[in-house]
């Protein structure tokens, strides 16, 4: 059963830092490009980043880059976000999934969605 759990969310004051998990099971991990998404309340999800199967490339949202990191550790299966330099407007639930080689959405799991893990900053 293909499952990813993510971690790691909690309040933090705008300038913060926080590390989001992603545990993947169910898959062969380190062979799918891994992305994390976000999203605000009232707003549709949205990418924040990816990285390549083996870690060697990264991509992200203009609104992330320079503060947050993506990772991953392909021995044990997890994917990491870290955050730094915080904003209100971070403010959202984050997701990790899969993505395929043209970098399009690829559910694996059914749901697609995991329960996300809650990111508040506080102004």
């Known amino acids: 059963q293909v499952q990813l759990v993510e971690s790691g969310g909690g309040l933090v004051q705008t300038g913060g830092t926080l590390r989001l998990s992603c545990a993947a099971s169910g898959f062969t991990f380190s062979t799918y490009t891994m992305a994390w998404f976000r999203q605000a309340p009232g707003k549709e999800r949205e990418f924040v980043a990816r990285m390549s199967q083996s870690g060697s490339s990264t991509y992200y949202a203009d609104s992330v880059k320079g503060r947050f990191n993506i990772s991953r550790d392909n021995a044990k299966n997890t994917l990491f976000l870290n955050m730094a330099s915080l904003r209100p407007e971070d403010t959202a639930v984050y997701y990790c999934?899969?993505?395929?080689?043209?970098?399009?959405?690829?559910?694996?799991?059914?749901?697609?969605w995991g329960q996300g893990t809650q990111v508040t900053v506080s102004s």
């Open positions: 999934n899969t993505l395929r080689p043209n970098t399009q959405l690829m559910c694996i799991m059914t749901p697609c």
